[in-house]
């Protein structure tokens, strides 16, 4: 067990629709990170937040957004879905920096 | 997005057999982990290297940060079928604050 709590761990939606996922960092962690993996791909990086800051952002699309709030728990929303959002969306938290990251377990998410 | 250069990309080994993949960037890093993912879970980190030229060691697993800072070595030694799984390097810069991947050894081992 990393630490890192992410709900919900499965979620089935239909395209055009909007959901939210979230995360709880470790005890302590004031970076949250939120990656992408697509089928048999690699973790591509979407964003990062520091201590309720957007500290760097990767390859987000615009119908993408997230948030760090006060108590460091982070949500990453999804618009107006399409089928290739479907992936398998993960948290990860650390001290901040470069510090090594641990992640969560993920957010399957089904676009139908 | 920017990723990292891993290889192999994939390994199909025997039980008992050593096992050794890579990873190389035309960037410097200050930062090499390594993490390993198992089906539908998420990555769990194996092994941090912060200095170039560090060699550590968890259990059967040996880690390698290079000299030149742009690349890092994985070795696992006597494998065994719990070793199945997706390997992932990862690299870290004093100059961003987020970790680039790498593109994943997946590794099969056989009875």
């Known amino acids: 067990d990393s630490g890192v709590t992410q709900t919900p761990k499965h979620l089935i939606t239909a395209t055009g629709q909007r959901v939210t996922l979230r995360c709880s960092p470790r005890s302590g962690d004031l970076s949250v990170y939120w990656y992408q993996q697509s089928l048999d791909q690699g973790l591509q990086f979407l964003i990062q937040y520091y201590n309720g800051e957007e500290r760097a952002k990767g390859n987000i699309l615009e119908r993408f957004s997230a948030q760090q709030f006060p108590d460091l728990h982070s949500e990453l929303n999804l618009s107006s879905l399409e089928l290739g959002d479907s992936a398998l969306y993960f948290c990860a938290s650390s001290k901040g920096g470069e510090d090594t990251i641990y992640f969560g377990e993920g957010s399957w998410l089904t676009v139908v | 997005g920017q990723q990292l250069n891993q290889s192999p990309q994939s390994m199909f080994i025997q039980e008992g057999e050593d096992v050794s993949m890579n990873c190389t960037s035309s960037?410097?890093?200050?930062?090499w982990l390594w993490y390993k993912q198992d089906p539908g879970e998420g990555p769990v980190l194996l092994i941090a290297l912060y200095k170039a030229g560090e060699l550590t060691s968890n259990g059967r697993l040996t880690a390698q940060f290079g000299i030149t800072r742009k690349d890092s070595f994985l070795n696992i030694s006597a494998s065994i079928p719990s070793d199945v799984g997706i390997y992932f390097c990862a690299g870290g810069s004093y100059n961003t604050d987020k970790l680039i991947f790498g593109t994943g050894t997946r590794l099969q081992v056989f009875p």
């Open positions: 960037s410097i890093f200050n930062t």
